[in-house]
Nanobody, 122 residues
């Protein structure tokens, strides 16, 4: 069973940067895609970014393209989400996820992290 432990997040002013990390443990953890989804009160969980197990494929949600970058370090079984040019609308709880590529919610996602709060002030 794969387990995910998130770190990073916090409070930042608009235009600033934050970095989220997600460490995976468990058998076959390194063979799965990893990514992030985010959620705000009253809204459905939204796809942010995903990266394949090799790191050779990535995909992004339209609202974060050009601002966020996902990467992974398989020697550490860790994925990172670099968030630049943050906007107040990026405020949400960010959940790390793991599963087969392309890591679509309700389909390939089979493990969730506990979530990290990201708050962007205007």
């Amino acid at each position: 069973q794969v387990q995910l432990v998130e770190s990073g997040g916090g409070l930042m002013q608009a235009g600033g940067s934050l970095r989220l990390s997600c460490a995976a443990s468990g058998r076959f953890a390194h063979t799965y895609a990893m990514g992030w989804f985010r959620e705000t009160p009253g809204s459905e969980r939204e796809f942010v970014a995903a990266i394949s197990w090799s790191g050779g494929s990535t995909r992004y949600g339209d609202s974060v393209k050009g601002r966020f970058t996902i990467s992974r370090d398989n020697s550490q079984n860790t994925a990172h989400l670099q968030m630049n040019n943050l906007k107040p609308e990026d405020t949400a709880i960010y959940y790390c996820a793991s599963g087969p590529w392309p890591l679509r919610i309700g389909r390939e996602v089979n493990v969730w992290g506990r979530g990290s709060q990201v708050t962007v002030s205007s």
